[in-house]
């Protein structure tokens, strides 16, 4: 059966960390960096509008010279955002990562942003679920497999 990313969000046990469309770059770049995340998802009247990431700020403020100060994320967040809901695999959100090139999904239920997943928490599902299959095989190998 494949995991659901419903099940990456109970053991996640992470919050979800946004700003306002108005905050300043170096307001989500220091939210982002006190968290310990790669992305914040954009909120505005409890609607998701879009999605900052440190590739959004490399490439849209600090190659480009401008400053996080006096930057809004308006400015460079991304607006078209790629979402899934908690019912998507994690087959189905590492094809779309992988399609859209992109590291951070929003999960949303309801209209409204329930968590959001990374790279990151794929490929630790996918590392655990293979570790135990690779139990279930030693086991029936070595003939102690539960009847």
Do not use: F
């Not at 307001?27 to 999605?51: C, F, P, R, W």
């Not at 400053?67 to 899934?84: F, G, L, W």
């Not at 959001?116 to 590392?127: E, K």
């Amino acid at each position: 059966m494949a995991e659901t990313i419903a099940s990456i969000l109970k053991c996640k046990n992470a919050g979800i960390w946004s700003v306002a469309p108005s905050a300043t770059v170096y307001d989500a770049i220091a939210l982002m960096a006190e968290k310990g995340v790669g992305a914040v998802v954009i909120l505005s009247a409890g609607q998701l509008v879009g999605i900052m990431s440190e590739r959004d700020y490399a490439r849209k403020v600090i190659l480009q010279g401008r400053s996080s100060k006096e930057t809004a994320v308006q400015e460079i967040m991304t607006r078209s955002v790629i979402a899934v809901t908690p019912q998507h695999t994690v087959d189905e959100c590492m094809r779309i990562m992988t399609q859209h090139r992109i590291r951070h999904l929003p999960v949303l239920e309801a209209d409204g942003v329930v968590g959001i997943v990374s790279i990151g928490d794929l490929v630790r599902s996918i590392i655990s679920e293979q570790a135990d299959t690779i139990d279930h095989l030693h086991t029936y190998i070595a003939g102690t497999y539960p009847s």
